[in-house]
């Protein structure tokens, strides 16, 4: 007997529908898995066999072949064990039930009960694309799964359960609700208004978040960087139900969503030590899974120590800050992960950390510095919005008891600014200005007499490229939306110019 059960396939974050078929057979008794699986689906046949005999029912000692197909779709992961299994019950005629409409995922351990799953947000709601409307998955990943609207999920603890489910003879309790996006911005411990001074750098970040553009700041050790870049993901609006979803399938896919966590609630910080590789800044391995900066999508990837990170590990970044996604081409095929970050860096002026400190000398020699900074090629800073010195803090500023300007109230502004360029996109896949194609820009860019006159003196004093260019004109409209204005005027776009990298010495 021939018996079809439905599940998915994920490669990246996207996938197809998979049907595996079990036929069993009188001959020598073999458990054969065709249809181009992985090791883990060929490992499957020995977690199949024990979790069918543990969980009562016998498997059949004849030849049992489990089809996947499509065939020339590679399957990875552990999820296709629970159809299978279901497949040799219905084909052995030990369960008689009615699956069609209905996908099935989930892994088995080896006493039937089904675990934890990755990946089955994207699963299920690749599912609900294909127009299955109900979904059998692992208990405790049924509140991720709820996420997807339209679909009854159905959130199964052991095979036995399942099969005695679809004969009809126990109900399974209802699923939990579908998790509400986040209203309120969390509490990530550091507030605008514990960093003494620097209220340059703060008004930058603020133009920054507004408009999601890259930012590199540079100063000596010990001048606030770190805690600067921390602080944020603070002054950031919160998450959107979309932009919530599409964090979250990212993370389910890798493996990195917190356990009792279902939804994503904070904007990502993503942090990479300087000794990372290239494939797990960017992403890659045989067969390719989202890096850092994926894994920081719609949030904040933080580079420490930039200019460490080597000439080479830089050059990747580019296409990834330019297209906001990232393509990874095997022999096999090409993955194409969401790559929509707010990249910030942060690095010395020198090796030594103190060139142009006034109370610390510098022990560089000029090639050394010159050098050092040269680790940051023109075509990558041409991709950067802005460039902020952070100088130290004296002193008086540290030990004073004057507060700085909260989180909140920032955050009230960029949300504003936010709200502004989300009814100036209304209808496009636009979020931010920082999004905006030379199209838009022209569309969307309008300069005032002394604002365009003042760029175009620009162009020709500083050398800005075609890029530097419509990122400054970018960089500009985001000043202007923080200000309430329509129009770009003179003194937004010098806002906007000074905010120009300058890396000479």
């Not at 030990?94 to 699956?99: F, K, M, R, S």
């Not at 050092?372 to 004073?400: A, C, M, T």
């Not at 860019?445 to 490229?465: H, I, N, V």
Request: proline share 8%; charged share 20%.
């Amino acid at each position: 007997m021939l018996a079809r059960v439905m599940t998915c396939a994920l490669l990246g974050l996207e996938g197809t529908i998979v049907e595996v078929e079990v036929d069993i057979a009188p001959g020598l008794p073999s458990f054969t898995v065709v249809g181009l699986p992985d090791a883990a689906i060929q490992e499957a046949r020995e977690r199949v066999r024990a979790a069918v005999r543990n969980s009562g029912f016998f498997f059949p000692m004849k030849r049992v072949v489990a089809s996947l197909a499509p065939a020339d779709f590679k399957k990875t992961g552990p999820a296709y064990d629970l159809p299978i299994a279901l497949g040799i019950l219905l084909s052995s005629n030990q369960l008689t039930a009615d699956v069609s409409g209905i996908a099935f995922l989930g892994e088995l351990s080896l006493e039937g009960k089904l675990r934890h799953t990755g990946g089955i947000l994207p699963m299920v709601a690749l599912a609900y694309q294909h127009g299955y409307r109900r979904v059998t998955v692992p208990a405790e990943d049924a509140a991720e799964a709820s996420m997807v609207e339209g679909v009854e999920v159905i959130p199964i603890k052991t095979l036995a359960e399942l099969a005695a489910y679809l004969s009809g003879e126990i109900a399974l309790p209802l699923p939990p609700e579908r998790p509400a996006p986040p209203e309120l911005p969390p509490d990530y411990g550091i507030d605008m208004s514990h960093i003494k001074g620097q209220e340059h750098v703060k008004r930058a970040l603020e133009v920054a978040a507004a408009g999601t553009h890259n930012v590199v700041m540079s100063g000596p050790p010990g001048s606030g960087k770190t805690m600067l870049a921390r602080a944020l993901t603070t002054i950031l609006p919160p998450l959107s139900n979309e932009e919530a979803l599409e964090v979250t399938k990212i993370y389910s896919v890798s493996g990195c969503l917190p356990p009792g966590i279902p939804m994503m609630k904070e904007r990502p910080f993503r942090s990479p030590h300087y000794t990372t590789s290239a494939a797990g800044l960017v992403g890659g391995g045989h067969w390719p899974r989202p890096g850092e900066i994926t894994l920081s999508h719609r949030g904040v990837l933080f580079l420490d120590e930039l200019p460490e990170f080597g000439h080479n590990m830089l050059e990747v970044l580019r296409q990834p800050l330019e297209d906001r996604v990232v393509t990874i081409s095997r022999s096999q095929g090409s993955v194409t992960f969401p790559a929509n970050f707010m990249l910030v860096g942060a690095m010395n002026p020198c090796p030594c950390g103190y060139y142009g400190d006034p109370l610390k000398e510098c022990r560089c020699a000029p090639a050394q510095i010159t050098r050092y900074q040269n680790r940051l090629s023109g075509p990558f800073l041409d991709r950067v919005d802005i460039f902020i010195e952070v100088p130290r803090v004296d002193y008086d500023k540290l030990s004073g008891n004057h507060q700085g300007e909260a989180s909140a109230a920032i955050s009230e502004r960029v949300s504003k600014a936010r709200k502004r360029q989300s009814e100036r996109f209304t209808g496009s896949r636009l979020v931010a200005n920082n999004d905006m194609t030379a199209a838009d820009i022209k569309r969307h860019c309008a300069l005032d007499t002394p604002a365009e006159s003042l760029l175009k003196t620009a162009m020709r004093q500083l050398s800005l490229s075609a890029r530097a260019f419509h990122r400054t004109l970018k960089l500009a409209r985001t000043i202007s939306d923080l200000d309430g204005s329509d129009l770009i005027k003179a003194h937004h776009m010098a806002e906007a110019l000074q905010y120009r990298p300058r890396l000479t010495v």
